[in-house]
């Protein structure tokens, strides 16, 4: 645990002119991936196993059609995914914290050259389990009991019958991976490595240098001159390189279209949501929702150009808070303490994996030179889950820690409570327990409060969630939505069509209250969730689940409590809508996300009375 003075050198930390390397970020700021492989060496030694054993169930080929070549082949399966796993996640954490490091990153090629070698040979198991007459996988598991421990996961692949190749053509596939990942890892390290920003004047008048980090903090800052400035730089830079951008984000479209065709559905976006098996329905259904409710949106808008006294409200506008007189500097160890406060509903057993979890280096906490932006939470099966933060003392960044943990905890209540083969809880429930925790922590912070600017601070933060998480979010899905449905067309995605797309997007979801900067044309060109394939869209939808599991938690108590925790605990036991639901929502229907918005519209009712 940090000192007294851990404050001053929080403050001192985060906002240096220039990024510490990593070699100079204090070892209780880092997160400890040797509780995945204590050496190198170790992570060495799991790759070539995994290759071994891969070698070993590679042996099993055409003979895929008895109880026991089915269960041997499962187990030397699961074997594998779970050594995949660790190796990813241990490559992964080392590469994310340092991407200009090149051993860091050799770990990170190497591991994934690996798997893809690993796939082509094992590219046999899908294709030969589906040629199995109706029925076969159900008279296998009466001939041996063994196997039920499989079931779930084999029927799962049954699922994509429809949608599976012959083995020649699934081996072409496989060894395809590399290739259609290019895109994707080329704007990751042009993203977090090679793109540098220019130096900008802070609220002192000295020069600082614009980073990923620093963003949204300057965006937060009470002088308007730096909010612009911090804006203009980040979008003129990203403008300078619109044609390769462009490019890249075309390429990682084309290789969503050609797997998909592959596959034989009809849509992107069908293949992406059959994954997680949710109906494509739920992706419509949620546009729709939000388009509904853009009165409320407005009045948000509205709202914040009122309070801020501008005669035209811009798009760096967004992010500053509009209580002007409350000066918020959270240190890390003050904001750990907060959360844990605010996560008390959830009871003492959830609170102590908290604990251990601040106390045992899950979490690498501040940016240094080449850190991987934002924040992510990733389960690691046989060991903790690893949160990386970039902590700048913001509100958000105490948000951005409550939600991270909502994650970890997940994901380890998920591995304590399932077998590896069911732990690994799909994409769609994700964001539910993270942003339950969101709710929790500013329902607490409301509740310790009532100082008007302090109210209104509080909500205020918590109506910019609603407004980027389901709004803006939407807002992305919908762009994802109609670049993909463009390219399926035939149609280029050249820069202007897409600055065009964007811009005109963003003047739906503002209104004619907001000043839509040209700049905020090239906002796509930033985003990295745009190459993780229709994946946004549950931010909005899991935002939603969390709002009414908050909610039902503070009015029900324990029951509601224990309902959420046979949630946390099931992975992907069943399907997600079904696991939701026992949790006690119902994202089938439109109606999470229209009650989520209205308290959205409550919060904003209150927010304009404290301001009338």
């Not at 933060?389 to 591995?415: C, P, V, W």
């Not at 939701?580 to 229209?594: C, F, Q």
Request: charged share 30%.
């Amino acid at each position: 645990m940090r000192t007294d003075d851990a404050p001053v050198q929080e403050e001192e930390f985060f906002m240096a002119k220039e990024l510490p390397k990593r070699s100079e970020v204090k070892v209780e700021d880092t997160w400890k991936v040797e509780d995945i492989y204590p050496t190198v060496q170790d992570w060495e030694a799991d790759l070539a196993k995994a290759e071994m054993l891969a070698d070993e169930l590679a042996g099993y080929e055409g003979k895929l059609n008895t109880a026991d070549n089915v269960y041997a082949a499962a187990k030397l399966e699961e074997e594998i995914e779970y050594i995949a796993s660790r190796t990813f996640g241990y490559a992964s954490r080392v590469g994310d914290v340092d991407t200009g490091n090149a051993e860091n990153q050799k770990l990170v090629m190497t591991v994934r050259s690996k798997y893809v070698r690993i796939s082509e040979k094992l590219s046999f198991i899908d294709p030969e389990l589906l040629a199995l007459p109706d029925g076969s996988i159900d008279k296998f598991c009466e001939e041996k009991p063994e196997l039920e421990y499989y079931r779930r996961a084999l029927n799962e692949k049954l699922r994509f019958k429809a949608h599976m190749l012959s083995p020649e053509m699934e081996k072409l596939l496989a060894s395809a991976g590399e290739v259609m990942s290019t895109a994707s890892n080329t704007f990751s390290m042009f993203n977090n490595a090679d793109l540098v920003f220019p130096e900008i004047t802070d609220e002192n008048g000295e020069k600082v240098r614009l980073t990923h980090g620093r963003y949204i903090p300057f965006l937060e800052s009470q002088d308007r001159r730096v909010r612009k400035e911090a804006f203009k730089a980040m979008y003129d830079t990203y403008a300078s390189y619109k044609n390769t951008l462009a490019a890249v984000y075309n390429g990682q479209v084309k290789a969503h279209i050609f797997s998909a065709r592959a596959r034989k559905y009809n849509s992107c976006l069908e293949a992406a949501v059959d994954r997680n098996n949710v109906p494509k329905e739920v992706y419509f259904n949620l546009i729709e929702a939000v388009h509904q409710n853009m009165d409320k949106m407005y009045r948000y808008v509205r709202l914040r150009k009122k309070l801020l006294g501008v005669d035209e409200l811009h798009m760096y506008d967004n992010a500053v808070p509009l209580v002007k007189d409350v000066d918020v500097n959270i240190p890390f160890e003050e904001a750990k303490k907060t959360v844990y406060e605010a996560l008390a509903p959830l009871g003492d057993d959830y609170r102590a994996i908290l604990k251990e979890g601040f106390e045992n280096r899950w979490i690498d906490v501040y940016e240094n030179e080449g850190k991987r932006s934002g924040a992510y939470s990733a389960g690691i099966p046989g060991t903790h889950p690893f949160v990386l933060l970039n902590h700048s003392g913001t509100l958000d960044s105490m948000f951005t820690l409550a939600h991270e943990m909502g994650h970890a905890l997940h994901s380890y209540h998920s591995f304590k409570n399932q077998n590896f083969v069911d732990a690994d809880y799909v994409i769609f429930v994700a964001e539910v327990a993270s942003t339950c925790n969101e709710v929790l922590l500013v329902k607490h912070l409301l509740s310790k409060t009532t100082d008007k600017a302090q109210r209104a601070y509080l909500i205020n933060h918590f109506l910019d969630s609603f407004k980027s998480t389901v709004y803006r979010q939407t807002m992305f899905a919908e762009f994802e939505l109609k670049t993909h449905e463009m390219a399926e067309r035939g149609e280029s995605l050249t820069p202007d069509v897409l600055k065009k797309l964007y811009y005109d997007l963003n003047k739906l979801y503002f209104g004619e209250d907001m000043c839509v900067d040209e700049d905020i044309a090239m906002e796509w060109a930033r985003i990295p969730h745009f190459y993780y394939n229709f994946y946004v869209y549950q931010y909005a939808t899991g935002f939603s689940a969390a709002v009414a599991l908050a909610e039902r938690i503070l009015s029900l108590g324990e029951p509601a409590v224990a309902d959420y925790k046979k949630f946390l605990s099931g992975g992907c036991s069943k399907p997600p809508i079904e696991l939701l639901k026992i949790a006690g929502v119902d994202m089938s229907t439109a109606e999470p996300v229209n009650a989520g918005l209205k308290l959205f519209g409550e919060l904003l009712d209150e927010m304009e009375k404290l301001y009338e």
